[in-house]
């Protein structure tokens, strides 16, 4: 609280006292805290940045295998590299097997490409197999360029074992 200045009798004149103004501050602390406690509680925070997973509805009606001009097959390698196909099972080869970059959109044209020459555009899938190898950050980024396509149908799943000696021979 702020001090009171006396007036004080000298030599029979009366003089006043002067003392510096000395504040309590005590409250203003307290205002502070409650300030920054009301500004905490209300602001928003950033929200994180999630990728939504859904399950596929049951019993769609559609077919559960698809034949393989209505999909394509993504193969997340290390270092970044990304490999895919599109031929049916029986028919994968190391010839069949391509590697695509994330550089200039190119997996993204893959897709569209891949999808413009589909039979059926309304069930075109699109898989990603990551490999053993494979770094988080590839996967992130292939679900973002499905975002960018407007993927609405795909599937993350292991590879087989075609697909792994396939793979292993394309690395070395």
Same mark, same amino acid.
């Given at each position: 609280?702020?001090? =009171? ?19 309590? +501050?005590?409250?203003? $602390? ?9 500004? +905490? ?8 940045? $999630? =990728? ?42 190391? !010839?069949?097997?391509?590697? $695509? ?5 190119? $997996? ?6 891949? !999808? ?9 899938? *699109?898989? *990603? ?12 980024? +292939? ?15 292991? +590879? ?13």
């Amino acid at each position: 609280m702020a001090e =009171i200045q006396i007036k004080e009798q000298v030599n029979g004149k009366k003089t006043t006292i002067k003392k510096g103004i000395h504040v309590d +501050m005590t409250p203003m $602390v307290d205002l502070g805290f409650l300030l920054i406690t009301f500004f +905490m509680f209300t602001t928003n925070f950033s929200k994180p940045n $999630v =990728i939504n997973f859904s399950n596929p509805p049951k019993n769609t009606g559609l077919p559960t295998e698809i034949d393989y001009r209505n999909q394509i097959t993504f193969i997340l390698g290390k270092e970044g590299k990304v490999f895919y196909y599109q031929s049916d099972k029986k028919d994968l080869n190391g !010839k069949s097997l391509k590697e $695509v970059s994330f550089d200039k959109f190119q $997996v993204a044209k893959t897709i569209e490409s891949a !999808k413009a020459n589909a039979p059926r555009k309304e069930i075109f899938t *699109v898989i *990603v197999k990551p490999a053993d190898d494979s770094k988080y950050k590839t996967l992130v980024d +292939m679900l973002d360029e499905l975002t960018l396509t407007k993927s609405e149908r795909y599937g993350i799943s292991e +590879m087989n074992d075609k697909e792994k000696e396939l793979y292993e021979n394309k690395i070395q």
